[in-house]
C-alpha cells in the first residue's frame, strides 16, 4: 500500500472539507433528513475545517492520508465534552474516499489517531456512529471497539439517534 499518513495544517482545510462532504453525503443520502443533506453542504464544511484547522483545540489531531500526494483519508480526535463519552477522547470523524474503501486506509488513520492519543496520554477513546449506518459500526466493531450508550444528538440541524462506541484501552488500535 503506498498511503502515507501525516497532520493536517491550515493550508489544507478546503481538500479537507471536500472530503467530508463528498463521503458524509453519500454515507447519509438514506439516514438523514433531506434539509440536513442540504444544509451541511460543502461550503459549511469549509468554514468548519478552517475554524478547526485554524484554531486547534485540546488533543486535537486531524491525520490525512495520502496516495501519491492525493487525498484519500481523513480522520479527527480530540478531547470531548460530551458526558457519555465517561471522560475518553473523542474520534470526530473518520472518512475514506468512495473509490478507496476496503484498502486499510480507516484502520490505519485509526491506529495513527490512537498512537497520537497515547502520546498526548490518553488510554481510551470512544465516537458516536448514527443508528443505520452499519457498515461503520461493523468496522469499529471489528477493531475492537464496545458499545457503551446509545444517545440522541439534538444537533441544530438533525436530531440524530446515535450509538457510541468505545475503546476503554487503545491497545487494540496500537497492536
Known amino acids: 500500500m503506498s498511503i502515507t499518513l501525516r497532520p493536517a495544517g ?3 482545510a ?3 472539507a471536500a472530503l467530508h462532504n463528498r463521503v458524509w453525503q ?3 443520502a438514506t439516514l438523514a433528513p433531506t434539509e440536513a443533506l442540504a444544509k451541511l453542504d460543502l461550503r459549511s464544511r469549509e468554514a ?3 475554524r478547526l ?3 486547534p483545540v485540546a488533543d486535537q489531531l486531524v491525520l490525512l492520508a495520502e496516495d501519491h500526494g492525493v487525498l484519500v483519508g481523513m480522520a479527527a480526535t480530540g478531547a470531548s465534552e460530551d458526558p457519555a463519552f465517561g471522560g475518553r477522547a473523542e474520534i470526530h470523524s ?3 474516499d468512495l473509490g478507496q474503501q476496503g484498502r486499510g486506509i480507516g484502520e490505519s488513520l485509526l491506529r ?3 498512537r497520537h492519543l497515547r502520546a498526548v496520554g490518553r488510554d481510551a477513546a470512544a465516537l458516536d456512529v448514527v443508528v443505520g449506518n452499519d457498515g461503520a459500526a461493523r468496522f469499529y466493531q471489528r477493531l475492537g471497539a464496545r458499545e457503551i450508550a446509545r444517545t440522541i444528538d439534538a ?3 438533525w436530531k440524530s439517534h446515535n450509538i457510541i462506541y468505545a475503546w476503554d484501552s487503545l491497545a487494540p488500535l496500537l497492536d
Do not use: H, M, N, Q
Open 10 to 12: 491550515p493550508a489544507d
Open 14 to 16: 478546503d481538500a479537507v
Open 26 to 28: 453519500s454515507a447519509f
Open 48 to 50: 468548519k475545517w478552517r
Open 53 to 55: 484547522l485554524a484554531e
Open 94 to 96: 473518520v472518512y475514506v
Open 112 to 114: 495513527g489517531l490512537a
Open 155 to 157: 444537533g441544530p440541524i
